[in-house]
């Protein structure tokens, strides 16, 4: 009897200390990352021009507005490609065959690393379509990558419409399309938004599928003729990213320390605050269908 | 009469299928038009459009206007939305098709055995050699060391989150440890680089090593860390999914909780832990940003306290320099390798996930 209570004892202190290991790992990463970095995140850091020589300014505004066009140009691209497969998965197809090749490619997708979708994006979109390293062949790359996020977010926001919408809707006499966009579609608007805002911050944290496919050196802000030419131009140039930014200055170590570490400061604030988005939005959701 | 006669796919099929084959054609014939694509911004766009996907693009919008005409806007809305949901199984193709095509021709020309069992990895030089055993084995020994490490702790804090912790604790460190899989791999990767690192350079001088600190050990302990999450979201899933009256069952036996935890929820939940364990391997062989910024990336036999460089962080590392020709056919061949690997873990996982595991517990990454 007394073995047994010794060994309970010694399991339950074993149970605790995994939790504590896993709390002390998650705040000391976080904790180290935010002392060291956020004492040289100032604004100027954040809204100057970047320049690899070794004195120069060392601001990341050019990483920032790429980052922002990589995440616009992916969901552009990604999203009416993802709600429309959600739609077809949950109104339309009779459960059979095609749903489960569908589904297995949906989950082969999200088990495929990102460095074989760089490998793969740099196939297709850099040396086949001849896009070469461009912002435009990192979002195509990425499209594939957030597929599986927003399919299946998406499809879950559909299925949850209660099916009395649908059957007063066809009720009314509107046509089953009218249905799907007019009734379903915005009932799942919450739990489609969570999707987007998991696939930003994919995006937004995702190295390796961009190495191949943005390219590193792409430190510049948009610039052209006029502002059509500067902006859709820029989608044809290389375009360092924020994460990928921080690789580079860190594992170069031509920059002063100080600025992968502000840099990683300024992607994890970011990144929490999507997670916060996410978690947000998927609190609206519980209570709408409560 | 005839037109109604006509099935009303077949029309826009043919006017798709050609389109597709000469935007193929104008694709493969395009690397001679290489200069043509020299150009800025724009008029790289322009030339990119090239006739063949422009004869695509119109093709596709007479298919698409034929099917409407044929066969109503509703049909032809169910058929845009069948071509999307088929999207990402083509994605899933293509990357098939494409990591087998450029992956071949590599291993072809080295030999399967030479590249698979060389061990000496000299890609430039005037004597090259590509043999990636040293590559596979650092992959493989850090897979295993982090599951060696993340599954014990991982499955334990599933315990703690499940079964052990008052409710308001669990409900602060379950948001935490979604925070942990929402961290991007490469703050992992620099956090390796300015703690671990440093940390095990000092510990390996103290037991006597000489070592730079970067290794196999720093890339096993990030690699756990890194599959913490997964595991104890699905391992937490998979506890709470065992019925409650085995538990009652056991514990009116007189059972403490402990030993109920151990001796019945574990092992009733057995299948969705291994499931858990399956989609670690997957994220630890996958991983790359991570491993590169801590493996100090030089190719021998792995072992725990010098550098080592895996499969992933060999392909992203010489990605950069390697120029067209055999050395970067042979980082595609390794890329075919790492995608058979994790088509292996990915099959297996579907298969464990179809006894009884929610697909949706691997949710996010």
Redesign the interface.
Known sequence: MRGRKNKDLFLGILIWFSAIVTVIVLVGIIGYILINGMPHVNLRFLTSEYSASKNGSKGILPMIINTVYVVILTLLLAVPICIGGAIYLTQYARQGKTVKLIRFATEVLSGIPSVIYGLFGYAVFVVMFQLRLSILSGSLTMMICILPIIIRTTEEALLAVPDAYREGGLALGAGKLRVTLGIVLPCALPGIRTGIVLAIGRIVGETAALLFTVGVSGNFLPKGENIFTALFGHLFEQGNTLALHLYNSAMNGKDPPSVPFATAATLLILVFILNRFAALASGQKKKATK | MVLLLIKHYTLSSVAFFLGFVSAVVQ?AF?SSL?EA?IG???E??SS?MGYGWTLFLFFSLIASACALFLSG??NT??N??????????G??G??TV??FV?GIPAIAKIGFFDFVFGTRWAPVGTEVSFGILNMILASIFGCIGAIMIGV??????A???AE??PKRLASI?R??????A??????????G???LVPSIREFSTKIGYNSTGSGLAAVIIILS?MI?PTI?RVAETALRSVPESYTEAALALGN?K??TI?SVQIPAARSGILAGII?GV??A?????AVI?VAGNIVQFPSLFSSVRPM?AG??FE??YAEAGLHRQA??AI?LI??IF??F??LS??YLSGKGVR??A????
């Open positions: 694709t395009s290489r694509f800025q911004g724009v790289r766009f990119w806007i509703e809305a169910e845009i939305f069948k071509l999307t949901a088929f999207i990402s199984v994605a899933v293509l990357i494409y990591m450029s014990p702790i991982g499955l334990l804090t315990v703690f989150l052990i912790a460190i948001p935490a440890v979604e925070l942990l929402g961290i991007p791999s490469v703050i992992y990767g620099f956090w680089m300015k703690v860390i913490l104890i403490t402990i030993s151990f989609l997957g994220r062989i996958g991983e790359t940003m910024m992933t392909i992203a990605m950069g980082l595609f890329g790492l995608f994790i088509m873990v990915n996982f579907s697909a949706d691997r949710q996010k990454k």
